[in-house]
């Protein structure tokens, strides 16, 4: 049996962090006219790709003055992320209300997977 048949969804193949900083056209809407647009354009594509894709929002502008937020996303398919970007970039989400500073994708300890090490975590650490 393989690790797909056993486990009731696919790992995850990359996560991406998308680092954008807010425009002033968004910092003029209103709390609701910002959910408003979300729900206009981010959550149709975000429903059409749930199977393969998810996305975490973190606020960061207390922290940094070169990006506001992080996007973390996470997918179980590239070409799954690549047509969500792609749909992403046709709405005024992608460099009218965000712009898109930084995109950088990774896959989690790879280095250790490719060389059939096991991962350390957390309490692995502590136990230590």
Known sequence: MTYQEQSPTPPIALTIFMLVKTTPEWLGFTSDQRISEFKTY??????KYSTNVTLRFYDVEFYSARITDLWMWEATSHQAYEQL?????????WD???EIVEILPGVENAHAKNDNHSTLTASDQAAA
């Open 42 to 47: 981010v959550a149709p594509i975000l429903r």
């Open 85 to 93: 970007v792609e749909e992403l970039r046709d709405t005024p989400i």
């Open 96 to 98: 009218r209300y965000f």
